[in-house]
């Protein structure tokens, strides 16, 4: 019997030690609700497969027969290394909390999730990228600043769009955004993105709003905030104009960021906080775009390659 299958199973026993690791993923960390429920499923299949026994009696062999089943299911790489994510959160808050010896998940390996490295603008393409908008037009003036905080900062196209006049800090060098899991996080700006938005928000803003109010940075020419969508549509445009040949949107531009801070020098730990990843694991696929970035070059450029 399949233990990854809901259908197949029978209704689970109330589990006082799951409840309570739940509630405080919710309460303490601040984990969005689809977010917690996601974890009970991942943990409620292990608890079948445990046909009876507590969560805290699972072993290493258990876990292990848990994702070879998975993995003989079909289940998506993606899928188990979220499974995976669950399992270690949970095991591991076990063992902080005194009520088991170690953590169990603590050395199983996550799948591969990406079938393709993110792509990444090279340097040359974000320069023509970040010149494309005509900056004394004020949608243009908007759209460089936009564009110059997205590589400068890393955010979500939906951090992006939802920043609030409240949330910048130019005079200090930095802006804060509320991303995934309602998490608040501070991330600082980079000279260049700081002179576009303050050439932005001193003329261009107030342009485009025309006499309107809003709380909201970026705005469009009826004064409303710019959506997600809105944004998608303008930085392909804008990539067009500049010639750049890749398949562009606001996640490439956040990949670059993440690269090039990493092929410049940066530690993991602090891109992993610039980008809001709430496990690491996440952010180490950067690392593997810069190793195969470097293959790449040494493929081209060494003579006996």
């Known amino acids: 019997m399949n233990p990854t299958r809901r259908a197949d199973r029978a209704p689970l026993p109330p589990n006082t030690t799951l409840e309570a690791w739940l509630d405080h993923l919710a309460a303490e960390r601040g984990l969005a609700r689809n977010s917690v429920v996601a974890y009970r499923r991942d943990l409620e299949a292990l608890s079948f497969q445990l046909k009876g026994r507590a969560l805290v009696s699972a072993g290493q062999d258990d876990l292990l027969l848990a994702l070879r089943r998975m993995r003989t299911a079909g289940r998506s790489p993606r899928s188990v290394a979220r499974w995976l994510v669950a399992v270690r959160g949970f095991f591991g808050w076990l063992a902080r909390e005194g009520t088991i010896d170690e953590n169990p998940a603590a050395r199983l390996e996550p799948p591969k999730v990406w079938k393709a490295l993110p792509k990444v603008l090279d340097g040359s393409d974000v320069e023509r990228l970040l010149e494309a908008p005509d900056r004394v037009d004020p949608r243009g003036a908007r759209d460089a600043a936009m564009l110059e905080v997205l590589y400068a900062t890393g955010l979500r196209a939906s951090e992006l769009v939802g920043l609030r006049l409240r949330?910048?800090?130019?005079?200090?060098?930095?802006?804060?955004?509320?991303?995934?899991?309602?998490?608040?996080?501070?991330?600082?700006?980079?000279?260049?993105?700081?002179?576009?938005?303050?050439?932005?928000?001193?003329?261009?803003?107030e342009a485009l709003l025309a006499g309107k109010r809003s709380e909201s940075v970026f705005v469009g020419r009826a004064g409303s905030p710019l959506t997600r969508q809105g944004f998608w549509k303008l930085i392909k445009a804008h990539g067009r104009r500049a010639g750049i040949r890749a398949s562009l949107s606001p996640h490439v531009v956040r990949h670059s960021f993440a690269t090039h801070l990493l092929e410049n020098g940066a530690d993991l730990r602090v891109v992993q906080m610039l980008l809001g990843?709430?496990?690491?694991?996440?952010?180490?696929?950067?690392?593997?775009?810069?190793?195969?970035?470097?293959?790449?070059?040494?493929r081209d450029f060494h003579p006996r390659a």
Do not use: F, M, W
């Open 167 to 205: 949330d910048l800090r130019l005079d200090a060098g930095y802006l804060s955004c509320v991303g995934k899991g309602s998490k608040e996080r501070v991330v600082p700006l980079g000279a260049e993105a700081n002179a576009a938005l303050s050439a932005y928000l001193a003329s261009g803003r």
């Open 277 to 298: 990843h709430a496990d690491i694991s996440t952010t180490q696929i950067y690392t593997h775009v810069n190793r195969e970035r470097l293959k790449r070059l040494y």
